[in-house]
């Protein structure tokens, strides 16, 4: 069986493997499957409206799940993006909303600022891993909370007076698009998507094609033979979470720029940062998986507000679904052994 | 004759890569069988396939006369066949028994009784003569008593046959002797034994029978009492081999290495290298010969730049470059073939072909501006590839996926071929096939003849006496003699590496 093939296989099988248990769970519960998925269906690309609410749901996934993945392409396990992408969401809206600019420069200086402060929240774990040893798990998980408290904080006391949200940021920081309102019966859709795309093109150039990336991916893969090739290994490791980071900020601004327009107090994570393992694991840790991951997440999710509407079944059955497949990828062992217990069988 | 082991017309693929083709051997009750092959020529292969590692696409496998479906490991062990890989798979943080019951724990009312598979363990560590210490840690214990524990772990689990896959290659000579009598015992003890190696010696010595592959394919199984090492190797080869390489007189030239008494510390703080004095010219090959542990990595891990020195100085060509960083140090014209291939030498995941450009990756032509340049990248791998015969289903290959020997052959390849001032060569052949080892040694002697200087670290004395222009000999961090390989003997090598005749350093001609 071709690498290619497999790589491809496994998320395709485990997405239709997720949606069979799926229907499953409907008809044990008492629900029509059939009516439940065309709802679905109808929530996420029915008509332009949802189209453009499933491509804006898509836009962030597409950020937290190149974070994730590029961190795990160079050995590393970022669970921190959650955080990473609410200081950046923050740091996007306080540039967006404090400055007076021409859009050419004042939309690009809110993106910098959210990607230098998800960058600097990465740049922390980094160092102590590659300092200290201490395990990027731990400390990534731990400034999940730090920065969810912290913007919280600077949110209702420093940039607002005991508000519960920020102003909204200028015009000319906005990524809102008048283009995609008029053309998707005013969804939330804004411009992120393209920067998203961009995003993802980056990240696959940077990996694949720059030495940069070659020491990365290298440093990832095995630490003494890079030290013996003569690459910095600490810093490599640094970098690599400051990337990712920055990835992760990102993916706030196109919330804070983008769907909402301002930041707002969170009682609790996004949730966006965890899915982002999601898409990236569903992905294959590939830009282009990431891509189509985070159209699939977004439709989902999307479409999963339809569902009660339309065909009474309840929209916690999608989060269901999700876990599925994710569960599904997770034992890609056992799909890979069923395919080639199938192929087995053709001869 | 009766045959507990039959594998009968094996063939097996790697994606249309054909690695076995139609191969046949027949193991007997009681005997040591030779499974002998170039590097790549299929054997780790065709063990994996008899170990339920991989699935054959066409043969029988027959154990004690019946046909057997050996889908995984599992049903091998339950088939009484063991395999002591050729490259260990411990845990390294667990003890000996933890290790040896890993998947198959006694139990007492719900826990693992450690007591009782430590007592079983010593049993079957004394029946046989391994003398392992059931309660140290693997971590702790030398490469040699790690791999009594993948022997034990095998026995553990009632293994009747037993294959060992290069065991000797990670050996030290004091250590091959031991396992050879190792060996003995279990023959005695009525288990069956397949040893791969490429020593032809080791073969004469324990071997019943041989079977030789060449290029995935059977040549045939011969007695050992009817053939001799070279009758062996053209077998193997398919053409004649030399094993004493030819060339001419060094012409030494002006030092390239100066070492000066350099000090310096092992990875855990002790003092492994202590005023050590060496020098190398350019034009000749300095052997570098001692017992394991005697501060050979520490010294070369100095001068590559990998381990801080404490004091003294490393002159290359009169520039200094004590404590450089290896990349510095590389730049300077010093390639470096490291003793652990898997650990330093390659990326195993990175395709072989990346592999090439490890340490230029950055320069030109193999990139520009930070962008990498995989046409050049790729059209180096392939001359490298067919240059030095690296035996590869394509330079797209995973490095892990390569034998072990091939993956030797390509790092050789690519620090030889940078053409360096000075070349050191760690353990070069470990693990390679005798034309592979005379083509290696031919490519060093190649190096010295173009007026660069090769320092050669060995715990082969022969390899040491056939290929070096001098020989130094380490002890305990110094070296305490230089002496002509011409003039001098194995018996007077093993006293100076014993550290029983120290020169003075004032005779020494450093
Ligand atoms: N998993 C794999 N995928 C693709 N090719 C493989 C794989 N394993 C082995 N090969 C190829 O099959 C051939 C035989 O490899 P094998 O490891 O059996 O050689 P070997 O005889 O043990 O050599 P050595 O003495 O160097 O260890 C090699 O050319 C190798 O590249
Ligand atoms: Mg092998």
Redesign the interface.
Known sequence: M?KRFSNLAVPVVSVLLGLIAGAIIMLISGYDPISGYAALWNGAFGDSFYVGETLRQMTPYIFAGLAVAFAFRTGLFNIGVEGQLLVGWLAAVWVGVAFDLPKIIHLPLSLLAAAAAGALWGLIPGILKARLHVHEVIVTIMMNYVALHLTNHLIRNVISDQSDSTEAVKETASLKSSFFESLTDFSSLHNGIYLGLIAAVIMWFMLE???????L??VG??Q????????NVSRNIVLSMVISGAFAGLGGAMEGLGTFGNAFLHSGFSGVGFDGIAVALLGGNAAIGVVLASLLFGALKVGALNMPIESGVPNELVEIVIALIIFFVASSYMIKWLLSRFKKEEK | MEYVIEMLGIRKEF?GFVANDDITLQLRKGEIHALLGENGAGKSTLMNVLFGLYQPEKGEIKVHGKKADISNPNVANELGIGMVHQHFMLVDTFTVTENIILGKEPKAGGKIDIKKAEQKVREISEQYGLAVDPTAKVADISVGMQQRVEILKTLYRGAEILIFDEPTAVLTPQEIKELIQIMKTLIKEGKSIILITHKLKEIMEVCDRVTVIRKGKGIGTVNVSETDPNHLASLMVGREVTFKTEKTEAQPKENVLEINSLFVKDARGIQAVRGLNLTVHAGEIVGICGVDGNGQSELIEAI?G?QKAESGSILLSGKDITNL??????EQGVA?I?QDRH????????PIG?NMV??T??QQPY?KA???NYKEIYKKAGRLIKEYDVRTPSEYTPARALSGGNQQKAIIGREVDRDPELLIAAQPTRGLDVGAIEFIHKRLIEQRDKEKAVLLISFELDEILNISDRIAVIYEGEIVAIVDPKETTEQELGLLMAGSKRKEAGEMNV
């Open positions: 071709s094609k720059t030495t940069l990336g070659y020491e991916r290298s893969y095995s003494h033979a890079s030290q013996y090739a003569g690459m | 994606n590559t990998l960083k290896p990349r510095k140090v590389t470096h490291p650990k330093h030498g390659l990326v195993l995941d990175f990346e490890l340490q990756y950055y990139s930070g962008v990498l």
